[in-house]
T-cell receptor
Framework: DAGVIQSPRHEVTEMGQEVTLRCKPISGHNSLFWYRQTMMRGLELLIYFNNNVPIDDSGMPEDRFSAKMPNASFSTLKIQPSEPRDSAVYFC????????????FGSGTRLTVV | GNSVTQMEGPVTLSEEAFLTINCTYTATGYPSLFWYVQYPGEGLQLLLKATKADDKGSNKGFEATYRKETTSFHLEKGSVQVSDSAVYFCALTFMNTGFQKLVFGTGTRLLVSP
């Protein structure tokens, strides 16, 4: 298995632009999570899905952030408009709902908003 | 609520030294416990886990024992290597409204010098 695949690995964009981050979970995993990591706040859970349905989006910082999971093999996290304070590494992770298998993380997308 | 507390870093050691990274947790019920490792520029990887009291998780020379009496899951390694330099995250999982959710500590950076 190729693991959780995120794209792009790096993104540099100007303030005010729309940014879309992509994630392909491991086949057969039915839960998907988006995290943000910064030096100041560490790892923050933004949103998670189960069976493609958003379960808890209380970690999404503002209305500028939105996430979708149109099918079991693809999810997006969109920021519109982007701001410099959104600069961070964004991770996607997937897991099986049942059992204690933990999460499998992607390699992350490093976002820089200038 | 459910939470994880880790010792502040960085932890600085010489090669072949003994490592302990402390982790304590607060949880209702009996969570499963995990250690994740994040190497520079990468996502988090599951290092080891324990699912019930007195279980010992082990991997790559690292060990941690689930201690219910002290609500702890300290990470240990007898002889660290330079390649162990990374950030280590303690985590617990619990079922929230029927869905598995991971709670992470803030991470402890380990620096090993030759």
């Amino acid at each position: 298995d190729a693991g959780v695949i995120q794209s792009p690995r790096h993104e540099v964009t100007e303030m005010g632009q729309e940014v879309t981050l992509r994630c392909k979970p491991i086949s057969g995993h039915n839960s998907l999570f988006w995290y943000r990591q910064t030096m100041m706040r560490g790892l923050e859970l933004l949103i998670y899905f189960n069976n493609n349905v958003p379960i808890d989006d209380s970690g999404m910082p503002e209305d500028r952030f939105s996430a979708k999971m149109p099918n079991a093999s693809f999810s997006t996290l969109k920021i519109q408009p982007s701001e410099p304070r959104d600069s961070a590494v964004y991770f996607c992770a997937s897991s099986l709902r049942q059992g204690d298998y933990g999460y499998t993380f992607g390699s992350g997308t490093r976002l820089t908003v200038v | 609520g459910n939470s994880v507390t880790q010792m502040e870093g960085p932890v600085t050691l010489s090669e072949e030294a003994f490592l302990t990274i402390n982790c304590t947790y607060t949880a209702t019920g009996y969570p499963s416990l995990f250690w994740y490792v994040q190497y520079p520029g990468e996502g988090l990887q599951l290092l080891l886990k324990a699912t019930k009291a007195d279980d010992k998780g082990s991997n790559k020379g690292f060990e941690a024992t689930y201690r219910k009496e002290t609500t702890s899951f300290h990470l240990e390694k007898g002889s660290v290597q330079v390649s162990d330099s990374a950030v280590y995250f303690c985590a617990l999982t619990f079922m929230n409204t029927g869905f598995q959710k991971l709670v992470f500590g803030t991470g402890t950076r380990l620096l090993v010098s030759p």
